[in-house]
Structure formats: C-alpha cells, structure tokens
C-alpha cells in the first residue's frame, strides 16, 4: 500500500456490503489486501481487517486450476489475462470507531457504511491518533468474529505499533489493559500476549 507523504493514502478497496458492526470492501487491484490487523477507514468510520479472500467473481462457481502446463503462477495469468477480470479480492472490516466532528468514538457508529464508499488503509500517523487509547479491544473481543479473536487482536496491536515512537511502550500498555479486559480468561489472555512478539 502507498501514502503520498507517509500520510495521504491512496483508496485501495469500496464498500460492497455494511452493516452496523462490519463491512466487506472489494479491492481495485487483485491480490491487493490490506493485512490481518489493518487500521481501515471509510468515511467516518474505522475498522479493522478481520478476514480476507479471493475468489470467482460468480457466486459458486470456482476457479479451476489452469497451471499444468505452465513454468510459474506469472505465466498461467499472462497465458489467461482474463483471469484478473474474472476474480475478486475483498476483505471484511469489524468496525472499532468513528471520529464525530473532531472527536474519536471507539464504539459503533449511529450508522453503517455507505455501498460504495471508498477505503482507505490509514497511515501511521492516523493509527497513531487511533490507538491512544484501547476501547477498541473490548469490542474485538466480544465481536462475532470470521478470524480467531485472539489472532485479530494480536495482529492488529503488532500492526498498531510501529506507529508509535516507542512501540514497546504501547504494546506493555495494551498487555495492561487486555490483562483487564481478559482478568477472567487466562487462556486466552496467554495466547494474545504470546503472540504480540511473533
């Protein structure tokens, strides 16, 4: 993904379907999927990546395999350059905030998504502003979730940290808070921090 200046991103996806706590965005470029954990925004409102796919652009219908007699994977699309108009890549975001005026809410919006509004991955410096503060934990831990919870939250914390000057800092602050969060589910609060160095 690029940012003009290390802040203006450019638009990497649109919103296909939304709902209240999440929505799905098609991607302009295949294969081009913003990671496990990203800090998304469209609009107003923020999300964060919870599950990514590619696939036939016809409900049912999968894409056969067309590589036997092909040298590389590069070489079955330039053999079969209709491939890339034939498949999609989207990727679904649970929504963790909106900003309201300047204000930043980490709860859910008063409204979904737009169909067809744009998205964008955020840069650091907006992650930064984002992660000052961790409401958006307890929503991902109680979010019916496509990927594991304790995989998403790990992922989005280490995606979340190199945005900050001292990014172990903020990942102790986040073990604190996760610590209380999670104060009665040990197991689970194991397996995040374990991951959070990974």
């Known amino acids: 993904m690029r940012f003009i200046n290390n802040q203006s ?3 990497i ?52 395999a067309r590589g036997r007699d092909e040298a590389s994977e590069e070489a079955v699309y330039r053999s ?7 498949l999609r890549s989207e990727f679904t975001a649970v ?6 005026g300047e204000n930043l809410r980490q709860y859910l919006p008063p409204n979904p998504a737009r169909i067809h509004a744009f998205v964008y991955l955020c840069p ?8 000052q503060t961790f409401g958006f ?7 019916a979730l496509p990927a594991p919870t304790d995989e ?3 992922a989005a914390l280490r995606r979340m940290s190199p945005a900050h000057e001292d990014s172990r800092a903020f990942l102790v602050s986040a073990g604190k808070e996760l610590a209380a969060l999670l ?16």
């Open 137 to 143: 934990l307890n929503i991902l831990a109680n979010a």
């Open 13 to 64: 996806a649109e919103v296909i379907e939304a709902g209240t706590t999440q929505f799905t965005a098609q991607c302009y470029e295949l294969y081009e999927l913003p990671p496990l954990g990203s800090l998304v925004k469209t609009g107003d409102i923020y999300g964060i990546v919870a599950n990514a796919t590619t696939a036939g652009l016809e409900p049912g219908r999968k894409p056969i």
């Open 9 to 11: 991103p450019d638009k």
């Open 124 to 131: 650091p410096g907006e992650v930064r502003e984002f992660s």
């Open 95 to 100: 929504v963790v905030g909106y900003k309201d």
């Open 80 to 86: 079969s350059p209709q491939l890339t108009k034939l």
């Open 152 to 154: 998403l939250i790990a």
């Open 183 to 198: 104060s009665s589910q040990y197991d689970q609060l194991k397996s995040i921090l374990g991951r959070l160095t990974s």
